[in-house]
């Protein structure tokens, strides 16, 4: 997010800046999306039980990062800004507040699976 709010103050010229913003962000998202969408992506391909809320994120993300990605290319390889900006600061922001949304969810029940446990004692 930093680089999104500052990247292009890091000097050189407006186009220089912008390509190594992109280059930079797209490494750093990349390992979110690896880290926090390819258990989601996987998990939801391969057990298919039913479409859940994970898988779409999941697919949003993975596809929002390879269209942004793609634009980074093109600033990187063409020195031309493509139609579609690079939205690799989305793709941060829908991870992180699913997966906190998520761990959230999961705390609240194990305290109220916790706390019934200490009521039949």
Do not use: N
């Amino acid at each position: 997010m930093g680089l999104q709010l500052f990247g292009r103050s890091l000097g050189g010229s407006p186009a220089e800046a912008q390509r190594w913003v992109a280059l930079l962000q797209a490494l750093l998202s990349g390992w979110i999306v690896y880290v926090a969408a390819t258990g989601l992506l996987i998990e939801g391909l391969l057990f298919p039980r039913k479409f859940t809320a994970d898988l779409s994120i999941a697919i949003v993300a993975t596809l929002l990062f390879l269209a942004s990605f793609l634009a980074t290319l093109a600033i990187t390889f063409r020195g031309v800004a493509p139609a579609f900006s690079p939205r690799f600061h989305w793709v941060v922001l829908l991870l992180a507040l699913w997966c906190g949304l998520r761990w959230w969810m999961l705390w609240r029940r194990a305290l109220q699976i916790s706390a019934s446990d200490y009521k039949s004692v």
